[in-house]
């Protein structure tokens, strides 16, 4: 059973940063991939990034890229999400999750483990 608790949301302008992080705890996620979804009001649960168990291969929604960076730190048993040049359509409650295996997923179906969310909310 792998645990998994979101931070680092908040309110920010439109064009700050945030950096989410995803603390696992239960068991090492060395052995899972991992992912970041988020869901808008009235809106589905979306994907948004997602990295494989060694860290060496990410994949981005379209919207996303080239403003937001997946990355982990298997020692510290994190994974991180740098957001930059953040857009009011960001606005979202952020999860992550976690599927066993090597190999990145996209989709939500494909993950075992998932956070409780944090906030992020971008005022224009």
């Known amino acids: 059973q792998v645990q998994l608790v979101e931070s680092g949301g908040g309110l920010v302008q439109a064009g700050g940063s945030l950096r989410l992080s995803c603390a696992a705890s239960?068991?090492?996620?060395?052995?899972?991939?991992m992912g970041w979804f988020r869901q808008a009001p009235g809106k589905e649960r979306e994907f948004v990034a997602a990295?494989?168990?060694?860290?060496?291969?990410?994949s981005y929604t379209d919207s996303v890229k080239g403003r937001f960076t997946i990355s982990r730190d298997n020692n510290k048993n994190t994974m991180y999400l740098q957001i930059d040049n953040l857009k009011p359509e960001d606005t979202a409650v952020y999860y992550c999750?976690?599927?066993?295996?090597?190999?990145?997923?996209?989709?939500?179906?494909?993950?075992?483990?998932w956070g409780q969310g944090t906030q992020v909310t971008v005022s224009s």
């Open positions: 999750a976690a599927a066993m295996g090597i190999t990145y997923r996209l989709k939500r179906g494909e993950y075992d483990y």
């Open positions: 239960g068991r090492t996620i060395s052995t899972y991939a």
């Open positions: 990295i494989s168990s060694t860290g060496l291969s990410t």
